[in-house]
């Protein structure tokens, strides 16, 4: 480690993910480097490993900052189970919008830290309450939060996207031979946005899951235990 130049700025860890923060959300990942990160801090990147080791973890500290967003503490006990469970995917998503750039970190790296884990707390204790076994709150944790993920990505992605629409319809010249059915859709159908697929998506996930798993049948029979991979680790909620 280098030592500190002369009349350089202190630093503190917060100063160093609040600037991160704002550095993601000006031009996204592809943008943040140490080398950036030091230049908005007024600073030598060197300066920075006085208190981060490494870029892996700043990029802890910064999936922290986004999930210290995420506020839970509104949960009713009195309501059901399922809106329970949908009002906390609608808050995460708050949470994850707030910073629409850095989801792609978010979305690569399993939850470790308590600031990360605050949340999913509160949703297995809802899911126990339901009656889950572990087993099934393992599996109904992390498809819920690859959802809520997996669809806050996409609209954030449209959010911040440089392109835009040019006027033209591509679907005006599909033959109705050959697609009858995409024909009906955009005949007779209606887009109802982000939102509305959004509540859709998470009732349909919430209310299969509990359904399923009242009857018994969420778990296939002849489910067990995968075997440790770890090129798909990050891409769990808790594991």
Excluded at 143 to 149: A, C, H, K, P
Excluded at 180 to 198: I, S
Aim: glycine content about 8%; charged content about 20%.
């Amino acid at each position: 480690m280098s030592p500190r130049k002369a009349n350089q700025p202190q630093l503190s860890t917060a100063q160093i993910v609040a600037a991160a923060m704002e550095l993601i959300d000006e031009t996204g990942l592809e943008g943040h480097t140490m080398r950036a990160l030091g230049t908005k801090l007024g600073v030598d990147a060197s300066t920075i490993y006085y208190h981060v080791p490494n870029k892996s973890a700043l990029y802890s500290l910064i999936v922290d900052e986004v999930m210290s967003g995420l506020d839970l503490s509104g949960d009713d006990p009195t309501c059901s189970i399922e809106d329970r469970l949908v009002s906390a995917a609608w808050e995460y998503r708050r949470a994850l919008l707030a910073h629409p750039r850095a989801l792609p970190l978010v979305a690569v790296r399993s939850m470790r830290s308590r600031t990360q884990l605050q949340g999913i707390e509160i949703l297995l204790g809802i899911l126990f309450e339901a009656g889950l076994t572990p087993v099934e709150a393992m599996v109904g944790i992390d498809v819920i939060g690859q959802l809520i993920m997996g669809m806050t990505s996409v609209y954030a992605a449209a959010l911040t996207a440089n392109e835009y629409h040019d006027g033209s319809e591509p679907f005006a010249e599909l033959p109705s031979e050959q697609f009858p059915h995409l024909r009906r859709l955009l005949t007779e159908g209606a887009y109802l946005g982000f939102d509305v697929e959004f509540e859709a998506a998470i009732r349909a996930l919430v209310g299969g899951l509990l359904a399923s798993a009242a009857t018994g049948t969420f778990i296939p029979r002849d489910a067990r235990p995968a075997p440790f991979d770890p090129k798909l680790i990050n891409n769990n909620t808790t594991r």
